[in-house]
């Protein structure tokens, strides 16, 4: 909170004019898609995988700042923003369906992730969960119902290496990969993707509160069994229950 800009994402709290809301894409491209939904929008940063445009909703400050791909530009991004003033925090990405019952188009809302990923294991041990803020989850609940969008609620899978997750039996450890994959399926997760778990879980130890909305995009297990499915990229139905999302909680305030 110095007023000096952070070593990665380049931003200070002088750059946020008080924003305690951020919404987290993984990719650059979408930042300039989400910002649209808010109120005077404008871009303030960009620097490696992290960029930033800052706008309103409601009346109050909102950032938009891309995370990149995976755990560890995730942490970075969340550590920052702690350190500039950010306090909430809504990650919003796309995710492959597990369940044959999860298809394309439909939004999964985590309550938890599996931490079958490395970053989160350099913060707290493993037997600690990955779990989102309960507040903003009913947030992003209520929103996606008020949209009337096809919507999910439970755990999530998180992992590192995706060629891992679609090419287990080329990989020298695939026999673990697979033996794992099936173990979450039986237990129930409902889709796979590769942030939610860091975000949930360095949130936590940095006392921030972070939930995520993610797009099924694909089903490798309906893909598999043979299954006729069309792939959904059109990320405008997540955007708006973020947004809705936020818009919910800065009104109930």
Not at 86 to 96: F, S
Request: contains cysteine; charged residues 25%.
């Amino acid at each position: 909170m110095s007023g000096e800009k952070e070593y990665h994402i380049k931003l200070s709290s002088n750059d946020i004019e008080g924003a305690k809301y951020a919404i987290l894409p993984g990719d650059p491209g979408r930042v300039g898609k989400i910002a649209k939904y808010l109120e005077n929008p404008r871009k303030i940063g960009q620097n490696r995988e992290y960029t930033a445009y800052l706008g309103s909703i409601s009346g109050e400050k909102v950032l938009v700042i891309s995370t990149g791909m995976g755990g560890p530009s995730t942490a970075i991004c969340i550590e920052e923003l702690k350190n500039i003033g950010i306090e909430y925090l809504i990650r919003v990405g796309t995710c492959g369906g597990m369940q044959q019952d999860v298809m394309p188009g439909d939004i999964i809302i985590p309550t938890g992730a599996i931490r079958q990923e490395g970053t989160s294991k350099e913060y707290v041990p493993i037997e600690f969960p990955a779990v989102a803020d309960y507040d903003l989850v009913e947030a992003l609940r209520y929103s996606s119902e008020k949209l009337q969008f096809n919507y999910h609620l439970g755990v999530v899978h998180c992992k590192d290496s995706f060629y891992g997750q679609h090419q287990p039996e080329r990989m020298p450890v695939g026999y673990e990969l697979k033996n794992k994959w099936e173990a979450w399926i039986k237990a129930g997760a409902l889709a796979s993707e590769m942030e939610t778990a860091t975000l949930f879980t360095v949130s936590s130890t940095l006392r921030m509160k972070a939930a995520a909305v993610l797009l099924v995009i694909w089903n490798q297990e309906l893909d598999n069994a043979g299954v006729d499915f069309n792939t959904k990229y059109d990320t405008e139905s997540e955007i708006k229950v973020a947004v809705n999302a936020i818009k919910k909680i800065i009104n109930r305030k």
